[in-house]
């Protein structure tokens, strides 16, 4: 009949046992054990004499009314129970209802959330995106204006070191294109190799102006004073001249044709025989553009 | 609840008393506290021990201890039944041997000749004193002390109001037919009393008629408070006083099987009721009840301490559900209180949809 495993002191409902359990709980499993006590008894008293005593003493009906009243007692603790139960499911079922309902506006908030984060994310890669593009026209302009620098600085260095005399062993057609070779050949040729032909163009007028100005100087005339060939390809004077110089020259403009680059042709090569397109006479001004159009031709850059 | 007041009910019922070791041991092992304690007949001694101990433990530990000496006492030494020893230990002065001879032998006839034999020759000669120089006097008289019984739990006893012995005994019969109920038996708070008449109620209420003479009580006599109010044992479940006393919860234990004490008498009271879940008659009401068999003991202690923590589980587990449903609901309730957070949301998400 016992239908419950024992408990021990350590079974969990030892903690409740220290507060006061409700009435009708009590009645209502409590009443249980006593109705199972009184129907115990009651099964055992089937024999004659027992059913006339417990009829004539009146024990029977007594007991009947107990076992009456304890299944009353358990089907009014069963309503009230019942009753606290659905009442107790109907607040779970409200506080559901309300949680969907909090899930619902969560769930709304969620996907602007999201849709907020993605589009902050496409700005986000747009004006990334517009900013590498930003930095990398950046970085070419540098490139470009660092570029440019190390060609004019070339320029600077070249020139200054003719005006410096270096040069000086050169005659003054080779000086200039001695100088003009070494820039082709430089960071100055890289540049112009690079660059179309109007930011070209600006830099080969700076090097044909510059080369005019230096000739000048050098030659101590007008750079409109007209003068013999013989002048301009004249060897300096012994002081100056190093032993390979004419070499030197010869060397480097050993790749020139006398029909297309008769300046270059005539002021490395020194022929006896000069080219026919080769002027007789000749001025700075003639001078260093011929040089400058025949060494940064695009053709031969 | 710190204002919970735990009431015990110890019914009577002879040797079956061994039955409370079980109820108090299960009692102290599921965590119950006990504030005050009312008994009947046998359990108005092993009342008076539990009242007087320091624990519910102790009490425990105390009753078993009396109990197994009583279930161990070799029968060849007392051929007495173990209540008839029980309460001579405790000083109950026997009203007669020779009618306790013929109770004996009847009770020997109708436990089909259990009895060893030559127990009528012994009884013959019994005197008072062959049963007052027992091992149990001594359990009984530590036990039982007189300061710690007064400082100890409230305990009430229930005593019936004597007339003469076979007079009462004949109210009881008519009553146990239906015809009359008995009169109602008196509730006493041993504690209110007078020193010296305080072991005097108390033997009072175990003093079987017949077997034992009554007790004087403020110059009345009383005797076993069993006999009161038969039908409806009003004076063997002493649960009156406890209510009295303001226990709002009583844990009611019954000697008998199907006992008619009905808890629809008390209906504003929350009772617990510890009934037998499986016959608690062994041999029969008169050998039960005077402790024939003495090795049956053990077995009703046994059988106490199951029955309670069956009735007790039933009723906490289901207290338990309630509490736990409570507290849950409590929970829900209090998660539903989201009105700051969600206007904070709110707000949260006005401003990022004006960001867009």
């Avoid at chain 2, 008839?84 to 004996?104: D, K, R, T, Y």
């Avoid at chain 2, 110059?219 to 006393?245: F, H, R």
Wanted: glycine share 8%; hydrophobic share 40%; charged share 20%.
């Amino acid at each position: 009949m016992n239908d419950l495993a024992p408990i021990t002191r350590d079974s969990e409902i030892c903690q409740v046992l220290s507060s006061l359990p409700e009435k009708f709980i009590v009645d209502f499993a409590n009443g249980i054990d006593v109705a199972r006590d009184h129907l115990r008894v009651q099964r055992q008293r089937t024999g004659m004499g027992a059913r006339f005593y417990d009829g004539f003493t009146g024990q029977g009906a007594r007991r009947q009314a107990e076992i009456n009243a304890s299944l009353i007692d358990g089907v009014e603790g069963s309503l009230i129970w019942l009753g606290e139960l659905t009442e107790s499911l109907a607040l779970s079922n409200y506080a559901i209802v309300k949680v969907n309902e909090r899930l619902s506006v969560i769930t709304q908030n969620v996907t602007t959330l999201a849709h907020y984060s993605a589009n902050t994310r496409q700005q986000l890669q747009k004006l990334s995106t517009d900013l590498n593009k930003r930095c990398d026209q950046l970085s070419q302009q540098i490139d470009r204006i660092d570029f440019e620098q190390r060609a004019e600085r070339q320029l600077e260095q070249v020139f200054n070191k003719w005006s410096a005399g270096r040069f000086n062993t050169f005659s003054l057609a080779g000086r200039c294109y001695a100088a003009m070779e070494e820039l082709r050949w430089g960071v100055f040729g890289d540049y112009c190799r690079v660059h179309d032909n109007q930011i070209r163009q600006g830099f080969l007028g700076d090097l044909a102006n510059r080369a005019i100005s230096q000739l000048t100087n050098d030659a101590r005339i007008e750079a409109a004073e007209r003068s013999d060939m013989t002048f301009w390809l004249a060897k300096p004077t012994a002081r100056t001249q190093l032993p390979d110089a004419t070499d030197a020259l010869a060397y480097l403009g050993d790749w020139s044709n006398s029909e297309v680059q008769p300046f270059v042709f005539s002021i490395s090569q020194l022929p006896e025989q000069r080219p026919l397109k080769f002027p007789n006479r000749c001025n700075a001004n003639r001078l260093a553009p011929a040089l400058v159009s025949e060494l940064f031709s695009e053709q031969y850059l | 609840m710190s204002d919970m007041k735990v009431g015990l009910v110890l019914s009577g019922g002879g040797a079956k008393g061994a039955y409370h070791v079980g109820v108090v041991k299960a009692l102290h092992e599921v965590g119950a506290q006990v504030d005050a304690v009312a008994g009947a007949s046998i359990g108005a001694l092993n009342g008076a021990i539990l009242a007087a101990a320091p624990s519910l433990q102790e009490g425990a530990v105390r009753l078993e201890t009396l109990w197994m000496d009583l279930a161990n006492t070799s029968p060849l030494k007392f051929n007495f039944p173990a209540y008839i020893q029980l309460l001579a230990a405790s000083g109950l002065h026997l009203a007669g041997a020779s009618v306790l001879n013929e109770i004996v032998q009847k009770a020997q006839h109708i436990a089909g000749g259990a009895m060893p034999a030559g127990i009528s020759n012994f009884l013959g000669g019994l005197n008072d004193g062959a049963l007052s120089d027992t091992p149990l006097q001594n359990h009984i008289n530590r036990y039982l002390d007189q300061d710690a019984l007064n400082s100890g739990l409230p305990l009430f006893i229930s005593v019936f109001k004597h007339n003469h012995a076979l007079r009462d005994l004949l109210r009881c019969a008519v009553a146990e037919l239906g015809i009359v109920d008995s009169a109602a038996s008196e509730f006493i708070h041993i504690q209110s009393l007078p020193l010296l008449e305080q072991k005097e109620a108390l033997l009072a209420s175990a003093a079987i008629p017949l077997l034992f003479a009554p007790k004087k009580i403020n110059d009345t006599l009383y005797s076993d408070g069993a006999q009161g109010g038969w039908q409806k044992m009003q004076g063997n479940t002493p649960i009156t006083p406890l209510l009295e006393a303001g226990c709002n919860m009583v844990i009611v234990t019954h000697l008998s099987d199907g006992s008619l004490w009905s808890r629809h008498d008390f209906p504003d009271a929350t009772i617990l009721e510890i009934r037998p879940q499986s016959n608690i008659s062994r041999e029969g009401l008169v050998p039960d009840v005077l402790g024939f068999h003495a090795e049956k003991i053990p077995s009703w202690i046994e059988q106490g301490y199951v029955d309670t923590m069956h009735c007790v589980g039933r009723v906490m587990k289901a207290s338990k559900a309630r509490v736990e449903l409570k507290a849950s609901e409590a929970a829900v309730v209090k998660s539903q209180d989201t009105a700051r957070i969600d206007q904070e949301m709110q707000i949260t998400m006005r401003r990022i949809v004006s960001l867009q």
